[in-house]
């Protein structure tokens, strides 16, 4: 058996016995189409590794679901509205990533900050502004639109959740 790449064939025999295959037996260790083999090893290899990185991700998720539950849970449920604008918390992690995506912009992450809580105003279920209120002063921090803009509404919806403020204090002196 001639070895015709020598790297790709180092890679392989690394593939076998990550695999636990047997590394003496010459059907593994000369195949006929070298490239062939080390790619579909390859491709098991990167397949295992992606089902690993998601199964790693999905407990990530679980535990910032519960870190968020317990930080920010006493806020839950918390809703205020102008008769026009309807501000809402934000209930999940999930609920961050999803608003994040779809306003494009950053308060995906923000689920760890924290001094901040997250809120959502819609105007008719549509989404308008995303809000964040420092837990410490029950000031607005920022109120962003789609892109990170303000929208026509922006002043409106800053004067809605200032003029609740309180609310949010009740359900922190509750806790």
Same mark, same amino acid.
């Given at each position: 058996?001639?070895? #015709?790449? =020598?790297?790709?064939?180092?890679?392989?025999?690394? @593939?076998?016995?990550?695999? =636990?295959?047997?590394?003496?037996? #010459?059907?593994?260790?000369? #195949?006929?189409?070298?490239?062939?083999?080390?790619?579909?090893?390859?491709?098991?290899?990167?397949?295992?590794?992606?089902?690993?990185?998601?199964?790693?991700?999905?407990?990530? /998720?679980?535990?910032?679901?519960?870190?968020?539950?317990?930080?920010? +849970? /006493?806020? @839950? +449920?918390?809703?205020?509205?102008?008769?026009?604008?309807?501000?809402?918390?934000?209930?999940?992690?999930?609920? /961050?990533?999803?608003? +994040?995506?779809?306003?494009?912009?950053?308060? =995906? =992450?923000?689920?760890?900050? $924290?001094?901040?809580?997250?809120?959502?105003?819609?105007?008719?279920?549509?989404?308008?502004?995303?809000?964040? $209120?420092?837990?410490?002063?029950?000031?607005?921090?920022?109120?962003? +639109?789609?892109?990170?803009?303000?929208?026509?509404?922006?002043?409106?919806?800053?004067?809605? $959740?200032?003029?609740?403020?309180?609310?949010?204090?009740?359900? /922190?002196?509750?806790?």
């Amino acid at each position: 058996y001639t070895i #015709p790449d =020598g790297s790709l064939w180092c890679d392989t025999i690394d @593939f076998l016995r990550h695999f =636990g295959k047997d590394t003496n037996c #010459p059907k593994y260790v000369c #195949p006929t189409d070298l490239k062939a083999e080390h790619d579909q090893l390859l491709a098991k290899r990167n397949r295992q590794r992606e089902r690993e990185r998601t199964e790693a991700e999905r407990q990530k /998720m679980i535990e910032n679901e519960k870190n968020y539950l317990k930080a920010k +849970g /006493m806020f @839950f +449920g918390l809703v205020f509205s102008d008769n026009l604008i309807f501000v809402k918390v934000i209930e999940s992690v999930e609920e /961050m990533e999803t608003e +994040g995506r779809l306003m494009h912009h950053c308060v =995906g =992450g923000y689920h760890n900050k $924290v001094d901040s809580l997250i809120l959502s105003a819609t105007i008719d279920g549509k989404r308008i502004e995303t809000i964040e $209120v420092s837990l410490k002063t029950l000031k607005v921090v920022q109120s962003r +639109g789609v892109c990170n803009s303000n929208t026509e509404y922006h002043d409106r919806i800053i004067r809605l $959740v200032e003029d609740n403020t309180e609310l949010i204090r009740q359900r /922190m002196n509750a806790a």
